[in-house]
């Protein structure tokens, strides 16, 4: 069963600052998923990583299989970067299923 | 082309009652994944079916839950004699591969 640990569980921070999410795995995953979850409960996906780095807007992810470890970065952060992150990894452990983490609250204030 | 779409939004139902939930895939997709959200906990995995067929049901309780992906229609997800501790969001998500996944707005269960 694969295992999937983000941190920081909450983060606040200034408009502006440059955020990190840190999200680590158990064991090899054939993809993994950055999800982010507002107020009203909506799910978007953001990324879905299988190798290297992404990046849209002012978000960026980054993977590492090797390590097992991803993370996701915001520049310029905003109010309305407010939400829940979720990481989620795909494959390994046995269900077909997205296994994910249990969120990052991040609250960006002005 | 229209996101996944999921009726209704909100159910609430009596102890004991049935509640059926839908969730139409995006044009094209042929695999849908179905997760269940407990009030202050992460998102789990339930159910991944693609056309008629069931591929993983790991997630899914073993007793009063059951999911079908008819040829025609929505997928369904299906809860017998609802229990309080069922009430949570529940989101489907299709695929066009089984890879990338795309939620539906999820489907708020409330049983009394």
Not at chain 1, 1 to 11: D, F, I, R, T
Not at chain 2, 66 to 82: D, M, T, W
Request: some cysteine.
């Amino acid at each position: 069963k694969n295992e999937v640990e983000q941190s920081p569980q909450n983060l606040t921070a200034q408009e502006g600052e440059f955020i990190t999410i840190n999200c680590s795995y158990s064991v090899g995953i054939s993809a993994l998923h950055w999800l982010q979850q507002h107020p009203g409960g909506g799910i978007v996906s953001l990324f879905m990583l299988s190798s290297g780095k992404k990046k849209h807007g002012r978000l960026i992810a980054t993977i590492n299989i090797q390590e097992k470890h991803s993370s996701l970065h915001i520049t310029a952060s905003h109010p309305r970067d407010s939400a829940v992150y979720i990481c989620a990894a795909m494959g390994g452990g046995g269900a077909d299923g997205l296994t994910f983490g249990k969120g990052t609250h991040l609250i960006i204030q002005p | 082309n229209a996101g996944v779409m999921q009726n209704p939004r909100h159910l609430v139902r009596r102890r004991g009652q049935e509640a059926r939930l839908r969730c139409s895939p995006m044009k094209g997709h042929s695999h849908v994944y179905w997760y269940r959200q407990l009030p202050e906990e992460g998102l789990k995995f339930m159910v991944y079916l693609q056309k008629e067929n069931i591929i993983d049901e790991s997630g899914m309780p073993k007793e009063r839950f059951s999911a079908e992906f008819p040829k025609e229609g929505p997928s369904i997800l299906r809860i017998q004699q609802v229990v309080r501790g069922d009430s949570a969001a529940y989101f489907c998500a299709s695929s066009p591969t089984g890879i990338e996944q795309y939620f539906g707005p999820g489907t708020r269960l409330t049983v009394t």
